[in-house]
């Protein structure tokens, strides 16, 4: 079916380290992914996307890689601050793109 | 100011009482959905629209009917909800299917 996994579910870091945020798709077809945060009683707000003909894509400090092989994508954030703690989740295009599914979510925690 | 609205934002009711949760968008966007949120399970697709009188099932449809009379609005309708639809429910749009989606504030959904 079409689904998207997400890991970690919960991932805690010191400010000023990377954090790794891992998704697995099942639709090879899949060609949009993006990135959402969600501060506490907020909405989500997207913050980065990459699409099939594109490998990497960086915008600061956060990065998203795609290996379309694997059918699997990544979210990179560098030198995290607290500010950055929140929900993310990350998504897939499916059903000839009609479809956005989205993944169970990662609540990222940056202790000062 | 370019948003997605919905109403009401917090709504408690009695299981089978017909209800209404409104969405409306100002950016002239093609796309609309709805999605719901509970803890671990990410955001669900509940239907979708590509564009006026165009509607279809996401991921989790039942108990849920939707309409797309115009194109700014996207009204979700719960004909006789139950307890299991408890939720905290956001309507987005976007310009069209593979592209940034805008959320609304959410509508936080109690059925006792």
């Known amino acids: 079916g079409e689904n998207v996994e997400q890991h970690p579910s919960t991932l805690s870091v010191q400010e000023g380290d990377s954090a790794v945020i891992k998704c697995t798709y099942s639709?090879?077809?899949?060609?949009?992914f993006p990135w959402y945060k969600q501060e506490l009683g907020k909405r989500p707000q997207l913050i980065i996307d990459?699409?099939?003909?594109?490998g990497e894509k960086k915008d600061q400090r956060i990065a998203v890689t795609l290996n379309k092989t694997a059918k699997h994508f990544s979210l990179h954030i560098t030198e995290t601050q607290p500010e950055d703690s929140a929900v993310y989740f990350c998504?897939?295009?499916?059903?000839?793109?009609?479809?956005?599914?989205f993944g169970q979510g990662t609540e990222l925690s940056v202790k000062p | 100011e370019a948003q997605v609205t919905q109403n009401p934002r917090y709504l408690i009711t009695v299981t089978g009482k017909k209800l209404t949760v409104t969405c409306s968008q100002n950016?002239?966007?093609?796309?609309m959905s709805w999605y719901r949120q509970d803890p671990g399970l990410g955001l669900r697709q509940i239907y979708y629209?590509?564009?006026?009188?165009?509607?279809d099932k996401g991921d989790v449809p039942e108990g849920y009917k939707v309409s797309r009379k115009e194109k700014r609005n996207f009204p979700l309708i719960l004909e006789s909800p139950s307890p299991n639809q408890t939720s905290l429910y956001f309507c987005?749009?976007?310009?069209?299917?593979?592209?940034?989606?805008?959320f609304g504030p959410g509508t936080r959904l109690t059925v006792l």
């Open positions: 990459i699409r099939s003909n594109v």
């Open positions: 639709d090879s077809a899949s060609n949009y």
């Open positions: 998504a897939a295009s499916m059903a000839f793109g009609r479809k956005l599914i």
């Open positions: 629209s590509m564009n006026v009188e165009v509607t």
């Open positions: 987005a749009s976007s310009q069209d299917h593979q592209q940034i989606l805008y």
């Open positions: 950016m002239n966007h093609e796309y």
